[in-house]
Nanobody, 125 residues
Framework: QVQLVESGGGLVQAGGSLRLSCAGSGRSFSNYPMGWFRQAPGKEREFVASISWSGGSTYYADSVKGRFTISRDNAKKTVYLEMNSLKPEDTAVYYC??????????????????WGQGTQVTVSS
């Protein structure tokens, strides 16, 4: 199994940028596809982006495509989410997740096996 810890959240004005980090631990971290999800108050947790173990494949939700970029550095056991052109609608707790399976496009929350504690992102208008 792996342990995940998110950081980098905070308060930013609309149009600004933030870079989230997810520090992982565990011997299998580098073999797992990774993803980012978010959950706003009163709403269900939703998929944001995912990346294969090698970083060669990525997938984004339509709501963030063109604005967010997911990347990973397996040597540092860290996954990143670069968020640009932020909107108030992006306000949510952002979670890092790992999936102990081969790479494929998976957006269902229940299909992901490991989760971080979340980091708050607030975008003001």
């Amino acid at each position: 199994q792996v342990q995940l810890v998110e950081s980098g959240g905070g308060l930013v004005q609309a149009g600004g940028s933030l870079r989230l980090s997810c520090a992982g631990s565990g011997r299998s971290f580098s073999n797992y596809p990774m993803g980012w999800f978010r959950q706003a108050p009163g709403k269900e947790r939703e998929f944001v982006a995912s990346i294969s173990w090698s970083g060669g494949s990525t997938y984004y939700a339509d709501s963030v495509k063109g604005r967010f970029t997911i990347s990973r550095d397996n040597a540092k056991k860290t996954v990143y989410l670069e968020m640009n052109s932020l909107k108030p609608e992006d306000t949510a707790v952002y979670y890092c997740a790992a999936r102990s399976s081969a790479w494929t496009v998976v957006v269902t929350t229940a299909a992901w096996n490991y989760w971080g504690q979340g980091t708050q992102v607030t975008v003001s208008s």
